[in-house]
């Protein structure tokens, strides 16, 4: 006789007791944890996964991390000066020549405090790497391959990009991480 094995499948029921803690224990965490909490209590309740459980663990403990708001690195104006530059435009690599040109403004202005010569001098020394790495030979090494890539782009826009890509994706990085929660690391 070949039968099936039925196993009911028993679903974790709480008490009102129960019901009665787990709101407190919610309550018992800052705000901005709270809703962190529920929702690994919930997981813990439906699986029985307590891996999510360890800040309300620590909390409990009194050795939870402080929270703090992430503040930005980048004023609003900072923000809003590169938003009109890159206007309809989802890469620094898509720019004209003159928006390539504003940009190195905005990027000297806010990182070099408006020291366009370190920006001159900077670039002229990674010009003379590439010009290096291509003079090298070794035309199927990747440096080679980056380096002939930034230097298309110094003939293009007058400036190689990998620098102002990345300040710009900072800064817009930035503004979407402003006002949200961080732990706070302690130094």
Request: glycine share 6%.
């Amino acid at each position: 006789m070949h039968g099936h094995l039925c196993i009911p499948l028993s679903k974790k029921q709480m008490s009102s007791d129960g019901s009665l803690i787990m709101h407190n224990d919610i309550n018992s965490v800052p705000n901005e944890m709270q809703s962190e909490v529920r929702n690994a209590l919930n997981r813990w309740l439906d699986n029985g996964s307590d891996t999510d459980l360890s800040y309300l663990y620590l909390f409990q403990q009194g050795k939870a991390p402080k929270m703090a708001t992430v503040k930005p690195k980048y004023s609003n104006e900072v923000y809003k000066s590169l938003r009109d530059i890159m206007f309809g435009v989802d890469s620094v690599y898509n720019l004209t020549k003159g928006e390539v040109k504003n940009l190195v403004e905005l990027y000297v202005q806010t990182e070099l405090n408006g020291d366009i010569d370190e920006y001159n001098k900077a670039n002229e020394r990674r010009i003379a790497k590439y010009k290096e790495a291509i003079e090298s030979g070794r035309t199927n090494s990747m440096y080679y391959k980056i380096a002939e890539r930034n230097l298309e782009e110094v003939k293009k826009y007058g400036y190689p990009l990998s620098s102002l890509k990345t300040f710009a994706d900072d800064v817009q990085r930035d503004k979407t991480k402003q006002g949200s929660k961080n732990i706070q690391k302690d130094s």
